[in-house]
C-alpha cells in the first residue's frame, strides 16, 4: 500500500508518547514493505529539522515538515473564548500553509489510505477529499475531551470554568468529526467503545502503540534497588498534577517510613515552579535524560500517579518491556489489558500507593516476580510487527471491499 501519515507534531525525536506512537506504526508499514510518506507538523513546542532525522528512517520512509507554529497564548486562549466556536486546541492546528503542502503532495502522488494522527487533523479531511480518491483512516490517540474534562474536575479556582468551556467545545468538535473518516482506529478497546456511543459508526480497528523488541532491552546490572521514579513530559498538566498529588499525599509519609529511599524525576519542558516543589529532600529531579531507556533500567519502581488523561500511556508500556516494577492509578493504567497484581499494581488513593510501594521495597521476591511478568505481558501482546501488520490487513479488507 502507498501511505501517507499526517501528524500533528513530527514523530522525530521519539520522547514523548504521540511522537513513539506515530514512529512505532511508520516503521511497522515500511517494514512490511508498504511505502510510507510522512507529512509533520513542526511545532514551536516540537520543533525539529530534516536533518536531525536519522537516515536510515529516512531510506524507509519519505518526512516532510511543514511549519505550524501552534503557539498557545493568553492572548490567543482569551480572543477564541470570545469570538470562535471552536476550542482553541483545534484552531492552533488549522493552518494555510501545510493544508498548501499537502494539497501539493496529494496531487503529485496517489495513495490508497491517508492516516490522520490525532482528532486534530480531521480538520484535513474535505482537502484530502477534494485531491484524493484515498480511504482516510482516523487514528484516535485518545478520547480528547476527556483528557480537559478530567483535567477541569481536579484544577481549582476560575482556570476550572475555562477548561470546562474548553473540553464542552472540544466534545462537539470531536462528535462534528465523526464520520467524516471512513475507518477508525481507537488505540483502546475502551476508546473505541467511547466514540461509538458518541455517534461512530464506521467500522473500526483498535490497535495499541507497539513496542520495537530489540530496541527495549531489560537491562539489571546497575539497578538501584529500591528507588522509585517517574518519567514524562513535565509540561503536561496530568503529568504535573498527579505528581504533586502524590508529592504531598504519598511521598512524605514514604520517606519517613524509608529514610534512605530516594524518588527520581526526569522529563522534558517542567516549568520553573514545578522545579521549586520538586525541591525536596531525597527528590531528585533530572529534567530531560539522555538515554530514557537507560535512565528506566536503573531504577526499581516506577510511579504513576495520573488523575487525570485519557487513551494509553506509552511510558507504562515501556516500563513493563523493560522488567519495571509498576505502581499506578487506574487512569494511568488505562487502556492497557493487565491483569492486576501480576502484570503491575492498581491504585487510587494514597494510602494504596504506600501500601503497594512497601510490598515492593520489603518483599524482593514480589518485586522481582512482578518485573518478570511484565516482559512476558509485554512480548505477547505489544510486539510492533504484528500490531502493524493487523492493521493494515483491516485496511486491505476495505481497499479491496
Same mark, same amino acid.
Given at each position: ?50 536533518? +536531525? ?10 518526512? +516532510? ?22 476550542? %482553541? ?27 490522520? +494522527? ?105 539497578? *538501584? ?92 508500556? +515501556? ?19 493487565? *491483569? ?14 504506600? *501500601? ?23 512480548? *505477547? ?13 483491516? %485496511? ?6
Amino acid at each position: 500500500m502507498r501511505i501517507l501519515q499526517l501528524c500533528h507534531k513530527s514523530p522525530w525525536p521519539p520522547k514523548d508518547g504521540g511522537a513513539i506512537a506515530m514512529l512505532t506504526m511508520a516503521k511497522g508499514f515500511s517494514l512490511l514493505g508498504h511505502d510510507v510518506h510522512v507529512l509533520a507538523m513542526n511545532t514551536r513546542k516540537h520543533q525539529t529539522r530534516l536533518d +536531525e532525522i536519522p537516515d536510515d528512517l529516512k531510506e524507509k520512509m519519505h518526512f +516532510e515538515l511543514a511549519n505550524v507554529p501552534a503557539k498557545i497564548t493568553l492572548f490567543g486562549a482569551v480572543s477564541n473564548l470570545l469570538f470562535s466556536k471552536l476550542p %482553541y486546541q483545534a484552531t492552533r492546528f488549522i493552518e494555510a500553509d501545510f493544508n498548501r503542502q499537502l494539497v501539493r503532495i496529494l496531487k503529485n502522488n496517489e495513495f490508497d489510505l491517508v492516516q490522520l +494522527e490525532g482528532l486534530y487533523l480531521c480538520s484535513y479531511i474535505p482537502t484530502i477529499r477534494e485531491h484524493s480518491k484515498a480511504l482516510i483512516a482516523y487514528r484516535a490517540h485518545n478520547v480528547e475531551h476527556e483528557i480537559w474534562e478530567r483535567t477541569a474536575m481536579v484544577t481549582p479556582g476560575i482556570k476550572r470554568i475555562y477548561l470546562k468551556i474548553l473540553a464542552q467545545r472540544i466534545k462537539q468538535f470531536e462528535r462534528n468529526q465523526l464520520n467524516k473518516y471512513d475507518l477508525l482506529v481507537p488505540i483502546t478497546d475502551r476508546d473505541g467503545d467511547f466514540l461509538d456511543k458518541l455517534g461512530n459508526t464506521k467500522p473500526k480497528h483498535t490497535t495499541q502503540t507497539g513496542i520495537d523488541l530489540a530496541t527495549l532491552v531489560p537491562k539489571a546490572g546497575q539497578l *538501584e534497588y529500591p528507588s522509585l521514579f517517574h518519567l514524562g513530559a513535565l509540561d503536561w498538566a496530568p503529568n504535573q498534577e498527579g505528581l504533586l498529588w502524590f508529592m504531598k499525599h504519598a511521598w512524605k509519609k514514604l520517606r519517613k517510613k524509608y529514610p534512605t529511599l530516594k524518588f527520581y524525576v526526569a522529563g522534558r519542558n517542567a516549568p520553573e515552579w514545578l522545579q521549586a516543589k520538586l525541591n525536596r529532600k531525597n527528590v531528585v529531579f533530572l529534567g530531560e535524560v539522555e538515554d530514557a531507556y537507560a535512565f528506566m533500567n536503573s531504577k526499581a519502581i516506577m510511579v504513576v500517579p495520573l488523575l487525570s488523561g485519557s487513551g494509553m500511556r506509552v511510558k507504562v508500556i +515501556e516500563g513493563l518491556a523493560l522488567g519495571k516494577a509498576i505502581v499506578s492509578t487506574t487512569i494511568g493504567a488505562e487502556g492497557i489489558a493487565v *491483569e492486576k497484581g501480576k502484570h503491575l499494581l492498581l491504585v487510587n488513593d494514597a494510602n494504596e500507593f504506600i *501500601e503497594a510501594i512497601s510490598q515492593l521495597i520489603d518483599n524482593r521476591i514480589d518485586y522481582d516476580q512482578l518485573c518478570k511478568n511484565a516482559i512476558d505481558f509485554i512480548h *505477547e501482546k505489544f510486539d510492533n510487527l504484528a500490531i502493524a501488520e493487523s492493521l493494515t490487513d483491516f %485496511y486491505k479488507q476495505h481497499l479491496h471491499g
